[in-house]
């Protein structure tokens, strides 16, 4: 009787959000649509970040954005104005995940939090009241509420680690591009053709500012800016100074391909040197008691047989 309680419950609730953002996620799903053509007459090759909606969007992602969203214009005063552009700096160096803005993402952990205790309190209340179940209900909320900022750490963290991953690459295509003759916003375009991934798709997004009328060194700062790797902050550095000097483009796209590179292999040597202390562990708590156990077993079960056999 409770299961048949909590689908219908579930269903009038999934009923009832479904008729009450039905309105946004159409509107939302025409203004996808607009910026989506008016991408592709600016750039043919390329389409701008997000995939084209023919109709109302039923993505589980879609969903939590709108709910994130309505329980965000309720809470503006959560975090202070620093607190929040430095979240928005994180979700920028993620990947803009969902494309939250920060106070939506603060909503979004609102929402996961409550998510996780409903969660826990459908276990309850099919389980019967207890304390363990309380203090389920209790580490859902917490983990619905903390969860999604490790996952936003983590997403920074792998982002980065991919970003490093290309760089050489960008880098070497476009000292190659320059040295044929390119300009170097030619040279970026290049880049956003030929390679796939995140780093390209900063590239393309200070490419498309650059040409709706920013300036160069600005693009490239800010594109730096939202990666939050310090290989690209010393590139778009030495780039703007370039720039600015009057120095040759093709060589100090030279020079920073062979830094980057210089750096990777020092990271590389360093992560080796760390192995030996991460692998203590384990060894000393799974492989030698183990080891042990098999070489000194037998001499210990002997020895105890002679002692026996003694008295």
């Given at each position: 009787?409770?299961?048949l309680?909590f689908?219908?419950?579930s269903?009038w609730f999934y009923?009832?959000f479904q008729a009450?953002?039905?309105?946004?996620?159409?509107?939302?799903?025409?203004?996808?649509?607009?910026?989506?053509k008016?991408?592709?007459?600016?750039?043919?090759?390329?389409?701008i970040?997000g995939?084209?909606?023919?109709g109302?969007?039923?993505?589980p992602?879609?969903?939590?954005?709108?709910l994130?969203?309505?329980?965000?214009?309720k809470?503006?005063?959560?975090?202070?104005?620093?607190?929040?552009?430095?979240?928005?700096?994180?979700l920028a160096?993620?990947g803009?995940?969902?494309s939250?803005?920060?106070?939506?993402?603060?909503?979004?952990r609102?929402?996961?939090?409550?998510?996780g205790?409903?969660m826990?309190?459908l276990?309850l209340?099919l389980?019967?009241?207890?304390?363990?179940?309380?203090?389920l209900?209790l580490?859902?909320?917490?983990?619905?509420?903390?969860?999604?900022?490790?996952?936003?750490s983590?997403?920074v963290?792998?982002?980065?680690?991919?970003?490093?991953?290309?760089?050489?690459?960008v880098?070497?295509?476009?000292?190659?591009?320059?040295?044929?003759g390119?300009?170097?916003?030619?040279?970026?375009?290049?880049?956003?053709?030929?390679?796939?991934?995140?780093?390209?798709?900063?590239?393309d997004?200070?490419?498309?500012?650059?040409?709706?009328?920013s300036?160069?060194?600005?693009?490239?700062?800010?594109?730096a800016h939202?990666?939050?790797?310090?290989?690209?902050?010393?590139?778009v550095?030495?780039?703007?100074?370039?720039?600015?000097?009057?120095?040759g483009?093709a060589?100090?796209?030279r020079?920073q391909?062979?830094?980057?590179?210089?750096?990777r292999k020092?990271?590389?040597?360093?992560?080796a040197?760390?192995?030996?202390?991460?692998?203590?562990?384990?060894?000393v708590f799974?492989?030698f008691?183990?080891l042990?156990?098999?070489?000194?077993g037998?001499a210990v079960?002997h020895?105890?047989q002679?002692?026996?056999?003694?008295?």
């Open positions: 009787m409770k299961w309680v689908t219908t419950l269903l009923l009832l009450l953002t039905w309105r946004r996620r159409k509107l939302q799903a025409r203004i996808d649509d607009f910026a989506l008016a991408a592709d007459r600016r750039r043919t090759q390329r389409s970040q995939p084209k909606r023919n109302v969007s039923n993505k992602g879609v969903w939590l954005k709108l994130a969203a309505r329980v965000a214009s809470r503006q005063n959560v975090l202070s104005a620093g607190r929040l552009e430095k979240l928005q700096s994180k160096q993620a803009n995940p969902m939250l803005t920060a106070q939506e993402w603060i909503g979004f609102f929402v996961t939090a409550s998510l205790a409903l826990g309190a276990f209340w389980s019967g009241p207890s304390l363990s179940g309380l203090l209900v580490c859902c909320l917490l983990l619905g509420f903390i969860g999604p900022e490790f996952w936003l983590r997403k963290k792998l982002r980065e680690a991919v970003l490093m991953r290309q760089l050489p690459s880098l070497d295509l476009l000292t190659v591009s320059v040295e044929a390119l300009g170097f916003d030619q040279a970026m375009g290049r880049v956003t053709t030929h390679i796939k991934g995140p780093l390209a798709e900063e590239f997004r200070a490419l498309r500012e650059i040409r709706l009328g300036n160069r060194s600005e693009a490239l700062v800010r594109m939202r990666t939050g790797v310090d290989a690209v902050r010393t590139f550095s030495a780039v703007v100074q370039a720039d600015r000097l009057g120095i483009m060589q100090v796209l020079v391909s062979a830094e980057v590179r210089r750096k020092m990271d590389a040597s360093e992560r040197m760390k192995a030996p202390v991460k692998m203590l562990f384990p060894l799974f492989v008691p183990a042990f156990i098999a070489i000194l037998p079960l020895i105890l002679v002692l026996g056999h003694s008295r």
